[in-house]
């Protein structure tokens, strides 16, 4: 079963309620394509006994599927900005014998474990989500203040592809572009600040060459 809350508006919400509106149908079958590191990511969760997953940007509900597969004792969460991207969620988490989830239509710059009935969450994942949030770093510390003591942060998304070719790394970035899609490329750094100021801890992972970043973002146990 799932629950659908709506709390989200502007342009950018609009924007990608424009994208997704016909996109939904086949996101899922084209972008295991290009979205490496996902199901990595998802092996690496180690979700405690009845432990609570909350994804950020959450789209189709493909990961919260396989989440609630690799992880039957997890209580799951989901958000997204857009409201055509949760019917697909709904519809692909809501069947039968599925773990429930509760869904809901969000900023992830500006949410609260409240807003799901939480205090915190002892895993977040954002998998290539955050090449997408135009104030991205706000998205990341909205994470990291929801987070249970010894939760961690779990990101997927694109690298710099910094060991492959230039004209693969310049050719693939102008594509994305044409999706609204930006790699980060201060990801890491941003990570690592926030990580020196607050006493937590890091663990950054390029794969495919630099083609796709990991990061597992650990708040310290209080």
């Not at 203040?145 to 010894?150: E, K, Y």
Request: with cysteine; net charge positive.
């Amino acid at each position: 079963m799932t629950a659908i809350e709506t709390d989200a508006g502007g342009s950018h919400a609009d924007r990608m309620d424009r994208m997704y509106r016909t996109q939904r149908h086949f996101y899922d079958l084209t972008r295991k394509y290009y979205l490496f590191g996902r199901d990595t990511l998802i092996n690496d969760l180690n979700v405690p006994t009845g432990g609570s997953v909350l994804e950020v940007g959450c789209g189709t509900g493909r990961n919260l599927a396989l989440i609630s597969q690799r992880f039957p004792h997890a209580r799951l969460f989901g958000l997204d900005i857009s409201a055509e991207m949760l019917v697909s969620a709904e519809a692909k988490l809501g069947k039968p014998g599925r773990t429930r989830t509760i869904l809901r239509v969000a900023d992830a710059t500006g949410f609260q474990p409240s807003e799901f009935g939480e205090t915190g969450f002892d895993r977040i994942v954002i998998s290539y989500a955050l090449s997408m949030i135009p104030d991205w770093e706000k998205a990341i510390d909205a994470a990291i203040a929801a987070l249970n003591p010894g939760g961690s942060v779990h990101i997927a998304d694109f690298g710099q592809q910094e060991r492959l070719p230039h004209l693969f790394q310049r050719g693939l970035q102008g594509w994305l572009k044409r999706f609204h899609v930006t790699p980060r490329k201060t990801m890491e750094t941003v990570l690592k600040c926030n990580a020196a100021k607050l006493g937590d801890s890091l663990e950054f992972r390029p794969i495919g060459r630099g083609y796709a970043w990991l990061f597992t973002y650990r708040r310290a146990a209080k």
